[in-house]
Structure formats: structure tokens, C-alpha cells
């Protein structure tokens, strides 16, 4: 009986030892499962989700430091910067020296205007990792913000010979320069933020417009002023109408604006989303295919701008410009004969145009007719002087 009893209690406690070894063997299949899913999520932009699957693994296993750091994240994806903060303080915690974490940790505090808690953190992260150019950049934006002038320009020299088409960091240190009194090195700054950055890109003209009014140079600061007025106004329209689309995603009229902004801007990726939603708002008019065709050009795909040109032409064969624009697809695709054909059109439509015949002129040019070439640069010059005329 003794014996059966004992038996009895051994076979109990191994029976109780495998379920809790299986058990924790299910908690981590599942742990591995949120965690693979919070990844798939977070790829396809789905951060909200990921959060969730992130935090489920947490819950399971909460401490591993990678995963927290990507909690911190999707987080900060979602703008939810003091949620993130705590994620990526938590893996540090686990991981002092992870230099991606910190470096994520860095950039929260930026945003969060925490510059004075940034600094040392990327000051550890180029300790850890001297050729990080993106923690130098940040680095270097902290101390021009905490007005730390002269500890930030080694920073930031420093940042653009790893990174020396930087348009920003051209802008922070041309800043820092101009905050220091040297205003010749601040003016060279701010024209190299202007050659490396996007189209329309107004903090370098506030800064020459201060570097030249500082350097007594009136007229100069007046003119770089100017242009940054109207960038910014351009700018705040912009922000008006995306918001306004977000908002009410069938405004045909938001999309119009937003369109033309996005082509003022050089934005013609963007522009073609903006037009191709125009068309599906109203797909018989001329103007959007007219200006998707515009935005392919730029973007140098001529057989979508071509094809685009064409719908144009259907909804309205009698406009020259559209001619005009379906000639300079075939051009760029080296279809001469049909570019001829569509350049010819747009000057039977509308001959006063000077820029009309300019093309035709450099068509002629390139089929070796020299006498037709001739002919219609005179006609560009021509119609040229009179439409300067007529703007007097």
C-alpha cells in the first residue's frame, strides 16, 4: 500500500512538472506569435496594430529589449512620444548601450522640445558609435535649440563629413553661424542647405535674409524675405488643403489646389496621386489628365504622360496646349514623327504662341531642316517681343 501511495505522489508530480513545462512552452509559441505578427504589422504601416501585438508579447515575457524597442517605435510612429519614451527607457534598462535605442530615445526628447534630456543621450550614442551621422545631426539640432552655439557647429561639421549632402544640418549649422556673428560662413551655410534641399525650401532664405541684413546689405535681406513670405504662405496652403482632403476625401476643389501646390512644389509624385484622384472625381476633365500628363513628364515617364495627354485631347480637341504637351511626350520618347505632327497641331490652334513655335523649331533642328527651323525660331521671337509688349 505504502508502495502504491508513493507511486501514486511520483506519477502526480511529474504529470504536475509536465504541465507547467508545457504550459510555459505554449506562453512562448504564443509570445513568438505576437511578436512576428507586431512586426508583419509594423512593415505595412499598420502601427496601431503592431502596438497591440507588441504589448501582448510583453505582457508574456516583458523583458526583451529588442522588442521593447520596437514598441517605442510604433509608438513613435503614431506620435504617441511619451508612450515611447517609456518603451525605450525600459530596454535601455535591459540593454544600456543598444546605440539605436538610445538614438531613438534622443530623437523623442527632440520632438518632445526635451532638448537639454537629448543631449546626453546622442552624446552617448557618437561615444558608442563615432561615425553615426544621424546622432551628431540631432545632436548638433539640440544645441542650437538650448542656444549652445559654440558646442554645436563642431557637432554639426562633424555630422555633414559623414552625411555631406545634409540639406538641414546645412541650415542648423548656417543658424548656429549667424547666432555666433559670422555671418560671410552663415551665408555659405545657408546657399549649400538651398543646392542639396527640396524644391521650395524656405528656412535658408529666412536665414541669408537675416545674414544680409546684418551685413547691411538692404536690398539683398528684402529679396531673400520675400521669397520666404511666400514660400510659407505656399507651405500653409499646402498644409490647408492636405488636411482639408483628409477631411472630406471627395472636395474636388481640395484636390484641384492640392494638385497645383504639389506641382509648384516639385512634388510630382505626389501629384499624380493628386490628379489621379481628381479624375476619379470628375474623369471627363481635360485639366487633370492634361496635368497628370505634366507630372509624368516630370517625373520622366513619357508614355504615361502621353497616354494621359491623349485622354486630354478627346475631352478637348481644339486646346493647343494639350497638343503642345502630347508633342513633348513623343519628343522625350524620340518619336519625332508623331511629335511633329502634335507640335504642328498646337501652332495651327494657336499660332500667336511663341513657345509653340520654339518647339517646332528645335524639332526642325533635330530632323536636319534648317530653313523650317529658321522660319519658326523668328516667329518665336516675334510673338515673344509682342507678348512682352503687351505685359508693359
Known amino acids: 500500500m505504502r508502495n502504491l501511495l508513493t507511486t501514486v505522489i511520483i506519477f502526480w508530480l511529474c504529470v504536475s512538472f509536465f504541465s507547467v513545462v508545457a504550459e510555459k512552452v505554449d506562453d512562448h509559441n504564443k509570445y513568438v506569435q505576437h511578436v512576428e505578427q507586431g512586426f508583419a504589422f509594423m512593415f505595412q504601416g499598420h502601427n496601431q ?85 544621424r546622432g551628431y545631426e540631432v545632436l548638433g539640432k539640440s544645441l542650437v535649440k538650448l542656444r549652445q552655439y559654440a558646442e554645436a557647429v563642431p557637432i554639426l561639421t562633424k555630422a555633414l563629413e559623414l552625411k555631406p549632402q545634409a540639406a538641414g544640418t546645412y541650415n542648423e549649422l548656417g543658424t548656429a553661424r549667424l547666432n555666433l556673428k559670422e555671418y560671410t560662413a552663415a551665408i555659405e551655410n545657408f546657399k549649400q542647405a538651398l543646392t542639396y534641399g527640396p524644391a521650395r525650401y524656405a528656412e535658408p532664405h529666412y536665414g541669408l535674409g537675416m545674414a544680409y541684413l546684418r551685413l547691411g546689405d538692404r536690398e539683398k535681406s528684402r529679396a531673400e524675405m520675400q521669397i520666404y513670405q511666400q514660400l510659407q504662405k505656399e507651405f500653409a496652403e499646402y498644409e490647408r488643403l492636405t488636411r482639408l482632403t483628409r477631411a472630406e476625401p471627395n472636395n474636388l476643389e481640395a484636390w484641384t489646389g492640392l494638385a497645383t501646390a504639389l506641382m509648384n512644389q516639385k512634388n510630382y509624385g505626389q501629384a499624380v496621386q493628386a490628379f489621379q484622384r481628381c479624375i476619379e472625381l470628375a474623369p471627363n476633365d481635360a485639366t487633370f489628365h492634361h496635368g497628370l500628363s505634366r507630372a509624368f513628364m516630370n517625373l520622366n515617364y513619357p508614355k504615361h504622360a502621353a497616354q494621359a495627354a491623349r485622354r ?24 519625332q514623327k508623331n511629335a511633329l505632327v502634335a507640335f504642328q497641331k498646337a501652332v495651327e490652334l494657336d499660332t500667336d504662341q511663341p513657345y509653340y513655335h520654339l518647339n517646332l523649331s528645335k524639332l526642325y533642328q533635330s530632323l536636319g531642316n534648317q530653313k523650317l527651323a529658321q522660319e519658326h525660331y523668328r516667329a518665336y521671337e516675334h510673338f515673344l517681343s509682342v507678348q512682352k509688349s503687351k505685359q508693359k
Open 49 to 133: 496594430k503592431a502596438i497591440s501585438e507588441f504589448e501582448a508579447a510583453l505582457v508574456l515575457e516583458p523583458d526583451h529589449a529588442e522588442v521593447l524597442h520596437y514598441l517605442g517605435m510604433a509608438q513613435a510612429q503614431e506620435q504617441f512620444w511619451n508612450r515611447a519614451v517609456e518603451s525605450y527607457q525600459r530596454s535601455l534598462a535591459l540593454m544600456p548601450d543598444n546605440i539605436e535605442a538610445l538614438y531613438s530615445l534622443g530623437v523623442v526628447y527632440f520632438k518632445l522640445d526635451k532638448w537639454g534630456d537629448a543631449v546626453p543621450v546622442l552624446q552617448r550614442v557618437v561615444e558608442l558609435s563615432p561615425q553615426h551621422a
Open 312 to 335: 486630354a485631347i478627346q475631352l478637348r480637341p481644339n486646346e493647343a496646349i494639350l497638343y503642345n504637351t502630347l508633342g513633348s511626350t513623343y519628343a522625350m520618347q524620340g518619336d
